[in-house]
């Protein structure tokens, strides 16, 4: 009973303010969320990493060691999306993000923190840290087909990424003062991202169920599955393979939609809009399942 009431605990808040922003979202169906974006990408998503990282407690080792695991799970995932594209005659290149780019930052960093607590949290931020990253250069790539250094230099979140590492690595302590305010900055995301998220389900369509629901698959079900199979691999224990492991099951991340609605052509922004709600909605089954088993087996 007392690993249910822990679930319970965990998904609870995550999946309540995911409704808050689904209601708000179905009262005013126009809502503008652009200030969220704006916010999460400019203040929100930098703060969340400087605190994640150097306040949890994780080593440099830690966070290099899963920084590598979670490159190794998106070129699996990469594998995976290109072999369900291939077969459903879909462009393997422009709609290949949502099977490669999880939604680590908007729910796993959430879930990992009530899960474990600021350890996982500083686990799933390293985790969070290379798909972000990926966002503002593999994602462009593949959205549009050309590649933009420029986009890199002016992402605040790669210098913030770059910024704990060295505080990391050199085993430095950030200024108090700082840390209350990306603290405060970072948590203000959270609450944001996840009624955006809820907000997003009302405003996203489905363009062809079938095809989402089999791609949905593809990073609901076989992206956990990878997961599990890099903790068998690395002999991976603890913590830190459950937050990697739910990470793993994240459903696809909004980001892909709004990079492709900027660069791809509209077929191919409806096929990721409707992936991005149909494995969001399948992973309201999904992730309890997956949570269920890291607090059960890696605690």
């Known amino acids: 009973m007392e690993i249910y009431i822990k679930l319970f605990e965990v998904l609870f808040p995550v999946f309540f303010i995911i409704g808050v922003g689904y209601f708000i979202g179905k009262k005013k169906p126009n809502l503008d969320t652009t200030f969220i974006t704006d916010y999460s ?28 695991y ?25 709609e290949l993000p949502p099977f490669i780019l999880p939604n680590t930052g908007n729910m796993g ?17 390293a985790i969070s840290s290379v798909v972000v990253l990926l966002h503002f250069t593999l994602n462009i790539f593949l959205a549009s087909k050309k590649f933009d250094i420029s986009l890199i230099l002016k992402s605040p979140t790669s210098y913030a990424v770059l910024l704990a590492v060295i505080f990391l690595y050199f085993e430095l302590d950030m200024p108090k003062v700082v840390l209350n305010t990306v603290m405060l900055l970072g948590y ?14 009302t405003q996203l369509k489905i363009f062809s169920f079938k ?28 913590f830190a393979a459950g937050a990697l492991l739910i ?7 909004i980001l892909t939609y709004l990079i492709a609605d900027m660069y791809s052509p509209k077929e191919t922004v409806d ?29």
Do not use: H, W
């Open 247 to 253: 990470q793993s099951s994240m459903p696809s991340a």
């Open 109 to 125: 960093i959430p879930i990992c923190l009530f899960a474990y607590g600021t350890l996982g949290m500083g686990v799933a931020a």
């Open 271 to 299: 096929n990721i809009s409707s992936m991005i709600v149909v494995s969001t909605l399948m992973s309201l089954i999904t992730v309890p399942i997956v949570v269920f088993f890291a607090l059960k087996y890696f605690i």
């Open 41 to 68: 990408s400019n203040f929100g998503a930098p703060a969340l990493f400087i605190f994640a990282i150097t306040s949890s407690g994780v080593t440099y080792s830690i966070f290099a060691e899963y920084f590598l």
């Open 211 to 238: 095809n989402a629901l089999i791609s949905s698959v593809g990073r609901v079900i076989i992206g956990p599955l990878i997961g599990l199979a890099l903790i068998k691999i690395f002999n991976l224990s603890g």
């Open 70 to 94: 979670s490159l190794i799970a998106i070129i699996c995932f990469s594998i995976i999306g290109i072999i369900f594209l291939i077969l459903m005659k879909k462009d393997y290149v422009r």
């Open 188 to 201: 203000t995301m959270i609450v944001l991202v996840l009624m955006s998220l809820g907000i997003s389900l």
